[in-house]
């Protein structure tokens, strides 16, 4: 069937001009037929799945953590807001390193950038760099130990609090006496059952 041409139009009219190659059944592969491959020929193995949470940095000096975008009333994004403030930064597609050699099969499912960010749900991959990252770990884990460990157990810990103490603040011991006497009664002390 001819295309119909406008007067005063040069060439055949793009809206009524069939696009692509026409879809026939001379188009249409024909499927290959392949050998019956009866089952104990084939090998169990799972379908598994890239881990996309688990994401590791190009950079070594980097480290990823996954941030809440959204928490709260009318999905507020403080949250974020705070780990930015911290020295985080969103993360892109390029600073994800590849867990395949073909680049093209371990890049970043486009179902999860979004605005060139990486986003799972609610969650925002974040990086920083692993001095800062792995210094806020180690700070968190040594004022933890000083919280936990008895008075007298981190001569450090002593001089510390009787600095912040200026003489203000005298810290009760018991005579050595009394201490033992006491250690002794409780032990010769009745069990409850």
Not at 119 to 142: F, P, T, V, W
């Amino acid at each position: 069937m001819p295309v119909p041409v406008q007067p005063n139009q040069v060439g055949p009219n793009p809206v009524t001009q069939p696009q692509g190659v026409p879809f026939t059944n001379a188009t249409v592969p024909k499927p290959v037929e392949e050998r019956y491959i009866p089952d104990n020929e084939i090998v169990a193995r799972p379908l598994t799945t890239p881990d996309f949470i688990n994401m590791q940095p190009k950079n070594k000096n980097m480290k990823f953590r996954w941030g809440n975008r959204s928490v709260g009333d009318k999905e507020s994004r403080l949250r974020i807001n705070e780990l930015i403030a911290r020295g985080f930064r969103p993360a892109k597609p390029e600073d994800v390193e590849g867990w395949d050699k073909d680049p093209e099969k371990s890049k970043v499912p486009d179902s999860l950038v979004i605005n060139g960010q990486i986003l799972y749900g609610d969650l925002m991959l974040l990086i920083i760099s692993r001095q800062a990252y792995d210094g806020a770990i180690k700070y968190n884990e040594q004022t933890a130990k000083m919280r936990v460990q008895k008075r007298g157990d981190n001569p450090e810990q002593e001089t510390l609090l009787k600095k912040a103490a200026h003489g203000k603040v005298t810290f009760y011991e018991p005579p050595s006496g009394d201490t033992e006497k006491a250690l002794r009664d409780n032990e010769n002390a009745p069990k409850m059952k």
